[in-house]
């Protein structure tokens, strides 16, 4: 059950938080999801034949416009967790530009299950000075319904906000990927983790799930 939701969260993040064409205004959270996710729809939607016959396209597509609307610095940062005390800035460093391929392939295959769901975004956004949570309603083809929450941060030195968490139905998205890779890194070391993501080989502790 949680896999299978995790992949609902990855599959709306993709949806609600990439880029169209033009510029996102990053100074307003809400802006960050609504702006992208009224012309994302369309987009997928037209190229949804290419991305299927393609899988490899729709990952330039996810580092051109999703990466960007994503701390994933601070995310990776958070994924390590208390692991991150026996690494050295290099180590960091390796984990994520690691991490961010991982990211693109695990929102690459998501993207590749587009059914054309749709969302609801509620205008009430959650805010605080540096932080902010932004709820996402999304409704499948088949009628379900799923909450997603959308956790920004505002980076203090470019006054952007950037995604950096998503909860759906209750399971945090980093909370879940921090004790999986947390088991992988006492097991492997933070290296060898590296080396597994680098590669496209992550041993995936089923227990962590």
Excluded at 143 to 158: A, P, S
Aim: net charge neutral; hydrophobic share 40%.
């Amino acid at each position: 059950m949680l896999k299978k939701l995790l992949a609902t969260v990855f599959l709306c993040s993709a949806f609600a938080v990439s880029a169209p064409s033009f510029a996102v205004d990053l100074s307003n959270p809400y802006s960050v999801i609504e702006q992208s996710a009224n012309q994302l729809f369309p987009h997928l939607k037209e190229m949804k034949t290419e991305i299927q016959n393609n899988p490899n396209k729709v990952k330039d597509l996810i580092k051109q416009d999703l990466m960007p609307y994503v701390d994933i610095k601070y995310a990776s940062f958070k994924v390590l967790g208390p692991s991150i005390s026996d690494t050295n800035e290099q180590q960091r460093a390796r984990f994520v530009k690691a991490f961010e391929t991982y990211i693109i392939d695990t929102y690459a295959s998501a993207v590749g299950k587009y059914n054309e769901q749709t969302i609801e975004i509620d205008k009430k956004v959650q805010q605080e000075e540096k932080n902010a949570i932004v709820t996402v309603l999304v409704k499948t083809a088949d009628q379900q319904k799923y909450t997603v929450l959308f956790k920004l941060r505002k980076n203090n030195k470019t006054g952007e906000w950037k995604v950096y968490d998503l909860v759906a139905e209750g399971i945090s998205l980093l909370s879940s990927k921090q004790a999986e890779f947390s088991n992988l890194i006492s097991k492997y070391g933070i290296d060898e983790v590296c080396s597994q993501l680098e590669n496209h080989e992550l041993k995936v502790d089923n227990k962590a799930k």
